[in-house]
Every structure is written in C-alpha cells, then in structure tokens.
Nanobody, 115 residues
Framework: QVQLVESGGGLVQAGGSLRLSCAVS????????MGWYRQGPGRQRELVAMISTGGGTYLANSVKGRFTISRDNAKNTVYLQMNSLKSEDTALYYCNTNPPVTVYWGQGTQVTVSP
C-alpha cells in the first residue's frame, strides 16, 4: 500500500526557515519523480518543486533562490528546504509523484509564515 506522510511544517516568522520531509512507503519512490505542492488560502494547489529520479530539479519562479528540493533514495524520503520564508508561502504543503496521482495525496503539513 502506498502512503506519503508529510512533516516539518509549523509557524515561523518571515525570513525564517523550515525543512519539510515526506516519507514514502510502498514501491513507488525509486521509480518516480517526486514533487512538493502547496495550496494557499483561496488558491489552487500548485507545484512548488520537483526532483527527478536522477536528481534533476525544477523550482517554481516564486521560490527560486529560496527553496531546495532533495531526495534520499535509501530512506525513501523527499525534502524541501525553505529559507527566507515570506507570508505568501503560507499554505498547506503536500508531496506526491510528478505528475501527481490522485490517490497518493496525503494530509499535508501546514506552513504559516507570520509577517
């Protein structure tokens, strides 16, 4: 059974940092690109960052220079290091494959950035 569990969110002041983790159970991790997605208040869910099986990365323009995505294939875990956080980064953050699979969406982890 495939399960993706996000953690590491919290409340942080603007300019601060957080590191999100996503532990993936099942056999999907090594065969798939992985992505971090977010859904802010009143907004649609969007792709924030993606990492391929080979380690190539994509970052949305809004987070370039501030966020870094990485993966540990031995631990079946994908990370999102978030620095210089802004209030507009406030959102529920999810991980999923890229492209995403509907049944893989988890509960997400809330990131709240205070001014």
């Amino acid at each position: 059974q495939v399960q993706l569990v996000e953690s590491g969110g919290g409340l942080v002041q603007a300019g601060g940092s957080l590191r999100l983790s996503c532990a993936v159970s099942g056999s999907i991790f090594s065969r798939n690109a992985m992505g971090w997605y977010r859904q802010g208040p009143g907004r649609q869910r969007e792709l924030v960052a993606m990492i391929s099986t080979g380690g190539g990365t994509y970052l949305a323009n809004s987070v370039k220079g501030r966020f870094t995505i990485s993966r540990d294939n031995a631990k079946n875990t994908v990370y999102l290091q978030m620095n210089s956080l802004k209030s507009e980064d406030t959102a529920l953050y999810y991980c999923n494959t890229n492209p995403p699979v509907t049944v893989y969406w988890g509960q997400g982890t809330q990131v709240t950035v205070s001014p």
